[in-house]
């Protein structure tokens, strides 16, 4: 069994910054992608930022040149520093694992949430 954990979000006002973390554990061979999304009240949920296990990123036109993605392969973790942000920036933070069992299937797993506001 695979679990996905994030943390790190919280109340932070508009220009401030946050630091979230996803960590993956259980029985992973290894982990190709790790994503993050985001979802706020009403809206699609939309991609934030993606890194691969080589370290190739992409980030959503929204968050690209204050958002930064990186990866901790040791740990199985992958964590999203947000900077400048906004209050459109409000949302249900997702985090998304792509791995490879032992027996060389690959699954998706995605992790429960973490609530991210930020006031005006």
Same mark, same amino acid.
């Given at each position: 069994?695979? =679990?996905? &954990?994030?943390?790190?979000?919280?109340? &932070? =006002?508009? /220009?401030? @910054?946050?630091?979230?973390?996803?960590?993956? @554990?259980?029985?992973?061979?290894?982990?190709?992608?790790? &994503?993050?999304?985001?979802?706020? *009240? /009403?809206?699609?949920?939309?991609? +934030?930022?993606?890194?691969?296990? /080589? #370290? %190739?990123?992409?980030?959503?036109? %929204?968050?690209? #040149?204050?958002?930064?993605? @990186?990866? $901790?392969?040791?740990?199985?973790?992958?964590?999203?520093?947000? $900077?400048?942000?906004? *209050?459109?920036?409000?949302? +249900?933070?997702?985090?998304?694992?792509?791995?490879?069992?032992?027996?060389?299937?690959?699954?998706?797993?995605? #992790? =429960?949430?973490? =609530? +991210?506001?930020?006031? @005006?």
């Amino acid at each position: 069994q695979v =679990q996905v &954990v994030e943390s790190g979000g919280g109340l &932070v =006002q508009a /220009g401030g @910054s946050l630091r979230l973390s996803c960590a993956a @554990s259980g029985s992973i061979f290894s982990i190709n992608a790790m &994503v993050w999304y985001r979802q706020a *009240p /009403g809206k699609w949920r939309e991609l +934030v930022a993606a890194i691969t296990s /080589g #370290g %190739s990123t992409n980030y959503g036109d %929204s968050v690209k #040149g204050r958002f930064t993605i @990186s990866r $901790d392969n040791a740990k199985n973790t992958v964590y999203l520093q947000m $900077d400048s942000l906004k *209050p459109e920036d409000t949302a +249900v933070y997702y985090c998304n694992v792509e791995w490879t069992s032992v027996r060389d299937r690959s699954y998706i797993t995605w #992790g =429960q949430g973490t =609530q +991210v506001t930020v006031s @005006s």
